[in-house]
């Protein structure tokens, strides 16, 4: 007489996106080593066990645009399975990780690794600012300089009540 049957279960999965490359974890605890991945051009199938044997992991994705299948990483952990998948078309971003529009449930946007595509790749983002913040002051003089331009602002002003009115309240 065999077991009650594993209950089948889709994983959480995140994404984000770059202009070149596609991250993906797949959420599986307790299936350290018991699973099977599969990595096509437009499709990305995965099947695999928690240790106890009471879940069963499947997860069936078509994908919106093609991936490189030969050419990706994976880091594997007891946890979870996280894939970069290289896009076989670098360019726009895609709208959508999945080929079809409708949700899904288990499908979630992995915002610690997304970057917008207006965004630059550079890392050293903060010399950009700094050149910035120096060409606000486009004609203008830098602070300190001896040519500063002289101001109405810096003009010494009059006194608001005189003085000799002030001795008569008195």
């Not at 209950?7 to 307790?30: K, S, Y």
Request: charged fraction near 40%; hydrophobic fraction near 30%.
């Amino acid at each position: 007489m065999t077991g009650p049957a594993a209950m089948r279960v889709a994983p959480a999965v995140t994404w984000a996106q770059r202009r070149d490359r596609i991250f993906l974890t797949i959420n599986v605890r307790e299936c350290p080593k018991n699973y099977k991945l599969d990595i096509g051009s437009k499709k990305i199938t995965f099947s695999g066990n928690n240790e106890q044997g009471n879940k069963e992991y499947v997860l069936d994705l078509d994908l919106y645009g093609e991936v490189n299948e030969k050419e990706y990483k994976m880091l594997a952990s007891d946890r979870s399975i996280q894939l970069c998948l290289t896009r076989v078309e670098e360019g726009e971003y895609w709208p959508r990780l999945l080929e079809t529009k409708t949700k899904c449930h288990f499908l979630k946007t992995d915002f610690n690794r997304w970057k917008d595509e207006d965004e630059t790749d550079d890392e050293d983002e903060s010399a950009n600012w700094e050149s910035m913040m120096n060409n606000m002051n486009i004609g203008g003089t830098e602070l300190g300089s001896e040519d500063e331009i002289a101001d109405s602002d810096d003009d010494d002003l009059p006194d608001l009540e005189d003085d000799k009115d002030m001795e008569k309240l008195e």
